[in-house]
């Protein structure tokens, strides 16, 4: 990709990474970008590097528009290596560059580097850089999603450089959402935004809130949002914002989510009834066999839906591996204002779906029990009970909607 100019001598100068498909474990369908910025001024700055593989890539896009040793300033936002582990090779090329960072991102910064070598000069919350027409103002957003994490604004230009923020998973030619939405759809990135939340953000909904309200506070009016993944927000960067508000309150779609794994078909039977129940209360449900798909999408669904139903069968007398791997995840996650309940089979002992409800507790979800149980193969009174556990559950989900 050549580079692309965001806003007037400010320019994309990143890499797309079309075929990455594991981001620690994350599961990312439409690859990536790894986006950095380089400002043409008085003193030229670059605002944060790329992941190493893409070091030659970043590198090349620079040396198009500058000698990279004419770069006097270099702003680290974040310290995770898919931004930072290339700045070995970027100091190379300029070695007398100032770096800007956190006090955490240096010492984080120390543990993959010699950084003994380097200059740096740590920044905290209102601490600004001139680079000429250019003011650049620091914000700490600590724990999103690293404690090092910072934002970059740049005053004059109204830009809001928000290393992870706002950010998504894609790998697209196109650098603003405007143009990613002449070739897909608003629903398109609308629905990488969530799942990019979903999987990273979800445990940080209050120091989002609390984030931007001191952005509020301070005043920075912007109106170009570049995040450090996925496209730049030119059309309309209040539409991300209002969307992470949104999320972090809590609010979501009315419908249920049931996720599920199965032995010998047992459990996956219940799952049938149980829809219909749900469905026969007017409610939208989404079933997701996990070891049919990726761990990330079952989160995006448990998060796109304000009820989940887990199902597992029992296997030496605790849950199902995967079933079990997906419930730690989630806890992970510290997920908020959802309701969950659980359900599924046995043969000559239980205790999946308890430890499923145990789970939950732990979670501080709100809970609706009893869960739904049978032994060895579904009967016809069996399909009885899972349906009208569906249709009770799904009058608990809206009762507990009403709240939001």
Known sequence: ??????????????????????????????GTTYNNYLILDRDITLVDTVKHDFSEITIDNIQSLIDPAQIKNIVINHIEPDHVSSIDKIMDLTPNAMIYI????????????????????????????STGKYTLQFLETPMLH?????????????????????????ATASRFDDEFCECASHAELDESVVDYYANILMPF????????AEVQKLGLDFDMIAPDHGVIWRNDPGRVVRNYL???????????????????????????????GIKAEGLDCKVIKLRATPMSVAIKE???????????????????????????????????????????SF????????????????????IVEPGVQVNYRPS????????????????KVKEYHTKF
């Not at 984080?108 to 600004?128: A, E, M, P, Q, S």
């Not at 909904?205 to 931007?212: D, H, P």
């Open 146 to 170: 690293w404690p090092d994490s910072m934002m970059t604004y740049v005053k004059e230009a109204k830009l809001l450089i928000s290393q992870d923020a706002f950010g998504q998973h894609l």
């Open 1 to 30: 990709m050549k580079t692309v100019e965001i806003k007037p001598d400010i320019y994309w100068v990143g890499a797309i990474d079309w075929g990455v498909r594991d981001f620690h474990g994350y599961i990312t369908p439409n």
């Open 205 to 212: 909904g209050q120091l989002i809130k609390n984030k931007v």
């Open 246 to 276: 949104d999320m972090a309150d809590g609010k979501t779609g009315l419908r249920v989510a049931i996720i599920y794994d199965t032995m010998w078909h047992s459990t996956e039977h219940m799952t049938i009834p149980i829809m219909q």
């Open 102 to 129: 956190t006090d955490k991102g240096k010492k984080g910064l120390d543990r993959y580097f010699d950084t003994t070598k380097w200059n740096f000069t740590i920044v905290k919350t209102g601490h600004t850089l």
């Open 347 to 366: 043969g000559w002992g239980g205790g999946a779906v308890k430890e499923a409800y145990e789970e939950f507790k732990r979670m501080g979800l709100e």
């Open 380 to 395: 016809a009174n069996d399909d009885t009970a899972c349906f009208e556990f569906g249709k009770a559950f799904a009058q």
């Open 302 to 344: 448990f998060w796109k839906s304000r009820g989940c139903l887990v199902g597992t069968p029992t296997l030496n007398n605790i849950m199902f591996p995967s079933v079990a791997e997906y419930l730690t995840h989630l806890r992970g996650l510290r997920p908020k204002n959802r309701i969950a309940g659980a359900f599924g």
